[in-house]
């Protein structure tokens, strides 16, 4: 008779509901698109960098985009890029866009529905969220036209150099 050693039952995880193997295979995409365009969201350099996006990072079915703009860059946003997108609109102001990127996101529901966050822009101010997503179990990337900020490259497991030319007039 042949005995098999037994495989000791894992202790239960903290979070019960966070094995939605389907859900946890998705990723979240963050998309300040006004910082991908470089502030010139023109329907021109807003395609060019949405097809360099999907082409470089890549988006699947079952994935979540959220994509922010000033009010100002609302129509040629929402004109430019495919429907099955939410569309952030954050007013105007500094830091507009990606405030409200930060505040659309919950922590603990992002960490139990999607395994991947992929943050699209190089600002530094979406590095202590990368920091929060990591902690909390997800997986960070930054996808950026011009050089990440080093704090938000800290902060993320992985980064995408985007590449396109923009109409800067």
Do not use: K
């Not at 019960?16 to 389907?22: G, N, T």
């Amino acid at each position: 008779m042949t005995t098999h050693p037994t495989t000791p039952t894992p202790a239960p995880t903290a979070r019960s509901d966070a094995a939605l193997p389907a859900a946890r295979g998705r990723t979240l995409h963050l998309v300040d698109i006004e910082n991908l365009v470089l502030g010139r969201p023109t329907p021109a350099n807003v395609q060019r960098a949405w097809a360099a996006y999907q082409r470089i990072v890549g988006v699947s079915a079952g994935d979540q985009v959220r994509i922010a703009c000033a009010d100002a860059a609302a129509a040629a946003v929402a004109f430019s890029i495919s429907t099955g997108r939410q569309l952030l609109l954050a007013g105007h102001g500094p830091n507009a866009a990606d405030l409200a990127l930060i505040e659309s996101v919950d922590i603990d529901y992002t960490a139990r529905r999607w395994g991947h966050v992929v943050i699209a822009s190089a600002d530094h101010i979406f590095a202590p969220l990368a920091g929060a997503l990591t902690r909390a179990g997800c997986t960070v990337s930054a996808a950026h036209l011009t050089p990440c900020a080093a704090a938000l490259r800290l902060a993320t497991h992985t980064q995408h150099q985007l590449r396109y030319c923009l109409t800067l007039h």
